[in-house]
């Protein structure tokens, strides 16, 4: 009987962590949405991101109808202000995927999942490539 008592609570206890919980996003800060950056060169970085993000998130059997998909400019902070940003998300039981190279340079690329759900996040600095601000795009999906 206890045994059987143990294993409910710590099937109840799994599936609590696999799922559920807080998976909102908020945007940068003192950003707004993105319309063009001034500079061809990242906006067509931009459209290449999105291209292959969605691609990646599809192949990754994420469902078409939870994707949800932003681009903001941010004219007042740096990237390390943005990675900061987002790796905040970890405090509130995202995990960081260590396979995505993170910031370097002028561009951050990086991953996060929450249970089902899975967030790309990518930022580049337009300033440096002739354009304004910083450019932040983002995917997530639920499988």
Do not use: N
């Not at 291209?51 to 949800?68: G, I, N, P, Q």
């Not at 990675?83 to 960081?96: E, I, N, P, V």
């Not at 929450?114 to 990518?122: F, I, M, Q």
């Amino acid at each position: 009987m206890w045994r059987l008592v143990a294993l409910v609570a710590l099937a109840l206890f799994t599936l609590t962590a696999c799922g559920g919980g807080d998976t909102t996003v908020p945007p940068p800060p003192q950003s707004r949405p993105f319309e063009s950056s001034g500079s061809e060169k990242v906006d067509t970085i931009i459209a290449g991101w999105k291209t292959v993000a969605l691609e990646e998130m599809r192949k990754d059997a994420v469902k078409e109808e939870s994707l949800a998909e932003a681009v903001y400019i941010v004219d007042d902070g740096t990237l390390e202000d943005i990675h900061r940003h987002y790796a905040a998300l970890t405090d509130q039981g995202w995990w960081h995927l260590p396979r995505m190279p993170g910031l370097q340079g002028d561009v951050l690329l990086d991953g996060y999942e929450h249970g089902t759900t899975a967030l790309v996040v990518g930022a580049i600095d337009a300033s440096k490539f002739g354009g304004q601000g910083i450019v932040v795009y983002t995917l997530k999906g639920t499988r």
